[in-house]
């Protein structure tokens, strides 16, 4: 739906007219005049201009040697929808509205639109505000005057730069160096790390050991012939130790034991630490 505000208009991508192209469209409203499509070869000669005056759909085009008109239908503001095409085959151009055709050729030699990469966007329903301020890109400097169409637009197709088959066109907006990117506030579901800060894949931020560590200190691991480990290892259990590790001749087995055992002791500590500071208390 366009409204005709003054920024009512729709963008799409450029119009691969060539030397022969077509282009097809459907409107409905209750206006009798408005712009329905604008689109040119970026401001020297070649331009496409399709509006309604007084109920009749107008075609002005210019392909280099001057600008020609086609206007066929009357009462087309009458609230149904209408079929529009355009038709190129080199220098003749035809304009058809629900069946009701009229064609015309051009003078000259040369009837290439434009270039496709130097071709404007096409404009639908009417242009946009900047192009007030730099009408010399306008090949019709007077299409920025003509009122804007209100009423529905459908169903436009044709080849684009993308495509030489014609196709449905969707809305497009070109990025472009005025505007800024505006970042949404990320949620647990979109979260992620920069390379920089990428976790580690190696140790996890917690491990059962660290919940000893912050009781007995760092110095838990160290063995029975370092001095002052008392807290963690007696002779008793260096005993305990000695002899389980003579019933096996097996290293793999041997280490298993020894953590095992160590393991036990790490329990004890902790149980004795807990009824140390129930004590206390």
Same mark, same amino acid.
């Given at each position: 739906?366009?409204?005709?505000?003054?920024?009512?208009?729709?963008?799409?991508?450029?119009?691969?007219?060539?030397?022969?192209?077509?282009?097809?469209?459907?409107?409905?409203?209750?206006?009798?005049?408005?712009?329905?499509?604008?689109?040119?070869?970026?401001?020297?000669?070649?331009?496409?201009?399709?509006?309604?005056?007084?109920?009749?759909?107008?075609?002005?085009?210019?392909?280099?040697s001057g600008a020609q008109i086609l206007t066929v239908g009357h009462d087309l503001n009458d609230g149904h929808w209408h079929?529009?095409?355009?038709?190129?085959?080199?220098? /003749?151009?035809?304009?058809?509205?629900?069946?009701?055709?009229? @064609?015309?050729?051009?003078?000259?030699?040369?009837?290439?639109?434009?270039?496709?990469?130097?071709?404007?966007?096409?404009?639908?329903?009417?242009? =946009?505000?900047?192009?007030?301020?730099?009408? @010399?890109?306008?090949?019709?400097?007077?299409?920025?005057?003509?009122?804007?169409?209100?009423?529905?637009?459908?169903?436009?197709?044709?080849?684009?730069?993308?495509?030489?088959?014609?196709?449905?066109?969707?809305?497009?907006?070109?990025?472009?160096?005025?505007?800024?990117?505006?970042?949404?506030?990320?949620?647990? @579901?979109?979260?992620?790390? =920069?390379?920089?800060?990428?976790?580690?894949?190696?140790?996890? =931020?917690?491990?059962?050991?660290?919940?000893?560590?912050?009781?007995?200190?760092?110095?838990?691991?160290?063995?029975?012939?370092?001095?002052? +480990?008392?807290?963690?290892?007696?002779?008793?259990?260096?005993?305990?130790?000695?002899?389980?590790?003579?019933?096996?001749? +097996?290293?793999? +087995?041997?280490?298993?034991?020894?953590?095992? +055992? @160590?393991?036990?002791?790490?329990?004890?500590?902790?149980?004795?630490?807990?009824?140390? /500071?129930?004590?206390?208390?």
């Amino acid at each position: 739906m366009l409204d005709g505000s003054q920024d009512s208009f729709t963008q799409l991508h450029k119009w691969n007219a060539a030397l022969n192209g077509t282009l097809e469209l459907e409107f409905k409203t209750e206006q009798p005049n408005g712009l329905i499509l604008y689109t040119d070869d970026g401001g020297t000669y070649d331009f496409f201009e399709i509006k309604l005056v007084e109920g009749a759909l107008r075609l002005r085009y210019n392909l280099g040697s001057g600008a020609q008109i086609l206007t066929v239908g009357h009462d087309l503001n009458d609230g149904h929808w209408h079929s529009v095409k355009v038709k190129r085959r080199v220098e /003749k151009t035809s304009l058809t509205v629900d069946n009701v055709t009229q @064609t015309r050729a051009s003078r000259g030699k040369e009837f290439r639109f434009g270039h496709v990469n130097s071709n404007s966007w096409v404009y639908i329903g009417g242009m =946009p505000g900047w192009y007030n301020a730099k009408l @010399t890109l306008l090949a019709l400097p007077s299409v920025i005057f003509e009122p804007r169409f209100v009423g529905f637009i459908r169903n436009v197709i044709y080849a684009d730069p993308h495509s030489s088959v014609p196709r449905r066109q969707m809305a497009h907006s070109p990025p472009t160096s005025s505007k800024k990117i505006q970042r949404r506030p990320m949620d647990h @579901t979109t979260n992620w790390c =920069p390379r920089q800060f990428k976790k580690s894949s190696g140790r996890p =931020p917690m491990r059962w050991t660290d919940s000893i560590v912050k009781v007995a200190g760092r110095t838990w691991k160290r063995d029975d012939k370092t001095e002052n +480990c008392g807290v963690m290892y007696n002779l008793k259990d260096q005993r305990q130790t000695s002899n389980e590790m003579g019933r096996f001749n +097996c290293e793999s +087995c041997r280490k298993n034991v020894e953590e095992r +055992c @160590t393991r036990q002791r790490i329990v004890e500590l902790l149980y004795n630490l807990k009824d140390q /500071k129930a004590d206390q208390q």
